[in-house]
């Protein structure tokens, strides 16, 4: 048996470890005064369960977050009448809005359910709360973008078209509210959990999703072609704010607990993101490089997203981290 | 208990369901002897398919721990140290015939049944659900399999299948036989129990036969015997009882679990500052700078 021939091949491998080094790697035989150190917990086994969730959810995070910001430029853009601005910020939020839940839906284990999200209204449930404001954001904006596109092209009659336009700047007002939600709850999602590398850093992570999401409508406003003063401040502030958020993710360290945050993979992914959309965003913007700036704040705010749910599988999967974030 | 036959709580029938008492587990594992036969019987009985055909190489123990095809899961922990007065002979892994201590432990884990539930709260579509019974129930057919409850449990109990089964839903774990009960049967695991190491009862009666038992063991020289059930932590107690014999983490239990919703008011306080920032940060870029 062509199994039999390699577990034969794995124990004399193990005795041969044995014999001259004085200790085997890799998985093997864990006796009590072995030769293999003893691994925490119940042989190293997780103690809590490490996130199930593909790529979509990060991706969703990235999109939900630069959408859901977009309507609050929108909302200021038509105050001061930069009509231009306010319609690409629109049209971005109605991307958004319509992308997302396809996203979420895709990673569901059953996709056909997703309407089962809205049956009820749990409070104490992120994933409640945000099913709700995804779905209330994306009722609102989709038609404030359209009906702002057929406003523009004049498609009412004039006796209307005032109401037309409160209508659709309420339509807006509402997706500016439910998408202010959008970008931060995320962060809870992540901070409510049973994952020390998230539960740990809970109260940074809605403030950075917050920003990286505003930042991020920011920059892909200044990539379609908007380099205004205004963006270039919020870009600045986002980036400032960013770069603060790093330090401060340096300085709170809470070793084996957070581990995820500050090395391997996880690490560097958090590390790059927080490195592009914040000093290296600042840089380009004060040597006037707006476009790069926009770029290197985009990539950033997409790695670090990425970078926290690779962080969530390897804290979930490490038995001490659990153990040191209860002690 | 033993001896008592079909009038064992793990044998007779009952009517918890109908009168709303609240039930327990209690795993002993002191009495156990690694049989794996509630392994066989849950899984006979609630049909959960294979969990993989892997070989951990830990000790005698290929399950490796509780998911969503595992409900119940044998623990087989090694460690160098006495087991109560247990005297130590020639079998002993010591070196050239030293006298090293060495125990060889079994403990049945399972579903906690918390009393607050972490995948319960966190579950968005109400599928999650406690039962009259005081246990939590996941109803396969209004889940969605959104995987929130899987990061929400803090003893890493529940989890999403890989591929979701037909007209199942995405999530699983013990269902503490619920349908059993409802017909007045005893879960299947405490049924088959040979050594009555796991008992099913009343959870007082449950509480109290824990507490009799780590007297017991402590009386006969298991001076680490405790039970396990966090009721000062924010989880509130459990409804399946454990004795640990040592710390709660050589059998991957967290020492001091706490449900994920006591973090709810700090992050979403945080949540309404940055949005509260961006706003004020998006009027002043509009107010002063346009």
């Keep these: 048996m062509n199994a039999d021939r390699n577990f034969e091949d794995r124990l004399d491998s193990l005795r041969k470890g044995a014999k001259h080094g004085g200790a085997v790697t890799g998985r093997g035989v864990d006796i009590s005064g072995g030769p293999i150190p003893r691994l925490p917990g119940y042989y190293g086994e997780a103690v809590v369960k490490p996130p199930v969730w593909t790529w979509e959810i990060p991706l969703y995070f990235f999109l939900g977050g630069a959408s859901g910001m977009a309507p609050l430029i929108a909302v200021a853009a038509l105050l001061v009448r930069q009509i231009e601005l306010a319609r690409g910020a629109l049209w971005i939020m109605a991307a958004g809005a319509l992308l997302s839940p396809v996203l979420l839906i895709m990673d569901l284990g059953r996709p056909m359910l997703f309407l089962n999200m809205l049956r009820v209204f749990k409070h104490r449930s992120p994933m409640s709360?945000?099913?709700?404001?995804?779905?209330?954001?994306?009722?609102?904006?989709?038609?404030?973008?359209?009906?702002?596109?057929?406003?523009?092209?004049?498609?009412?009659?004039?006796?209307?078209?005032?109401?037309?336009?409160?209508?659709?700047?309420?339509?807006?007002?509402?997706?500016?509210?439910?998408?202010?939600?959008?970008?931060?709850?995320?962060?809870?999602?992540?901070?409510?959990?049973?994952?020390?590398?998230?539960?740990?850093?809970?109260?940074?992570?809605?403030?950075?999703?917050?920003?990286?999401?505003?930042?991020?409508?920011?920059?892909?406003?200044?990539?379609?072609?908007?380099?205004?003063?205004?963006?270039?401040?919020?870009?600045?502030?986002?980036?400032?704010?960013?770069?603060?958020?790093?330090?401060?993710?340096?300085?709170?360290?809470?070793?084996?607990?957070?581990?995820?945050?500050?090395?391997?993979?996880?690490?560097?992914?958090?590390?790059?993101?927080?490195?592009?959309?914040?000093?290296?965003?600042?840089?380009?913007?004060?040597?006037?490089?707006?476009?790069?700036?926009?770029?290197s704040f985009l990539l950033g705010a997409l790695c670090s997203r990425f970078g926290w749910i690779a962080a969530g599988r390897v804290s979930g999967r490490d038995p001490e981290a659990v153990f040191a974030s209860q002690r | 208990m033993i001896g008592e036959g079909i009038q064992s709580t793990n044998q007779r029938r009952h009517s918890f369901v109908e009168d709303r008492v609240e039930v327990g587990f209690f795993t002993d594992p002191t009495v156990c002897i690694g049989c794996k036969a509630c392994e066989v019987a849950c899984k006979e009985w609630n049909d959960v398919p294979d969990d993989g055909y892997t070989w951990t190489g830990n000790s005698y123990d290929n399950t490796g721990h509780l998911g969503a095809s595992t409900w119940r899961h044998v623990l087989f922990v090694e460690q160098d140290q006495q087991k109560g007065k247990q005297v130590v002979g020639t079998h002993s892994l010591g070196k050239d015939g030293d006298d090293d201590p060495f125990r060889w432990i079994f403990l049945s884990d399972v579903c906690k049944h918390c009393e607050n539930?972490?995948?319960?709260?966190?579950?968005?579509?109400?599928?999650?659900?406690?039962?009259?019974?005081?246990?939590?129930?996941?109803?396969?057919?209004?889940?969605?399999?959104?995987?929130?409850?899987?990061?929400?449990?803090?003893?890493?109990?529940?989890?999403?299948?890989?591929?979701?089964?037909?007209?199942?839903?995405?999530?699983?774990?013990?269902?503490?036989?619920?349908?059993?009960?409802?017909?007045?049967?005893?879960?299947?695991?405490?049924?088959?129990?040979?050594?009555?190491?796991?008992?099913?009862?009343?959870?007082?009666?449950?509480?109290?036969?824990?507490?009799?038992?780590?007297?017991?063991?402590?009386a006969s020289g298991y001076d680490d015997a405790q039970i396990y059930d966090p009721t000062e932590t924010s989880v509130g107690g459990i409804h399946a009882l454990f004795l640990l014999l040592g710390e709660a983490e050589a059998y991957g239990l967290p020492p001091k679990p706490e449900i994920p919703t006591i973090y709810l008011k700090s992050s979403w306080s945080a949540a309404a500052v940055a949005a509260l920032g961006a706003v004020l940060a998006v009027g002043a870029a509009f107010a002063f700078f346009a």
């Design chain 1, 129 to 295: 709360v945000g099913a709700w404001i995804l779905s209330a954001f994306s009722s609102f904006a989709v038609p404030a973008c359209l009906i702002f596109e057929l406003y523009l092209r004049d498609a009412f009659a004039p006796s209307i078209a005032t109401l037309v336009l409160i209508l659709c700047g309420l339509l807006c007002f509402g997706a500016a509210l439910f998408g202010l939600g959008l970008a931060t709850y995320t962060g809870v999602l992540l901070g409510a959990t049973a994952i020390p590398a998230w539960f740990l850093h809970r109260t940074l992570l809605p403030i950075h999703f917050g920003t990286a999401g505003l930042g991020c409508a920011a920059a892909i406003l200044e990539l379609l072609g908007f380099q205004t003063r205004p963006l270039f401040v919020l870009g600045m502030l986002a980036a400032i704010v960013e770069a603060l958020l790093w330090i401060w993710l340096e300085i709170d360290k809470h070793g084996a607990a957070d581990r995820a945050l500050h090395r391997g993979g996880s690490g560097w992914l958090i590390r790059a993101g927080e490195i592009l959309s914040g000093p290296l965003s600042i840089i380009f913007r004060l040597t006037n490089l707006v476009p790069l700036a926009a770029i």
């Design chain 2, 117 to 218: 539930a972490g995948c319960l709260e966190a579950c968005p579509t109400g599928s999650i659900v406690r039962t009259e019974v005081g246990s939590v129930l996941v109803q396969n057919d209004v889940c969605n399999g959104c995987g929130y409850c899987v990061v929400s449990c803090p003893f890493g109990v529940i989890d999403r299948r890989p591929e979701p089964l037909p007209d199942a839903g995405g999530a699983f774990k013990c269902t503490f036989c619920y349908d059993r009960q409802k017909s007045g049967l005893t879960p299947a695991c405490a049924k088959v129990c040979p050594t009555e190491s796991i008992v099913f009862g009343r959870l007082d009666d449950v509480r109290a036969l824990a507490r009799k038992r780590v007297e017991t063991l402590r």
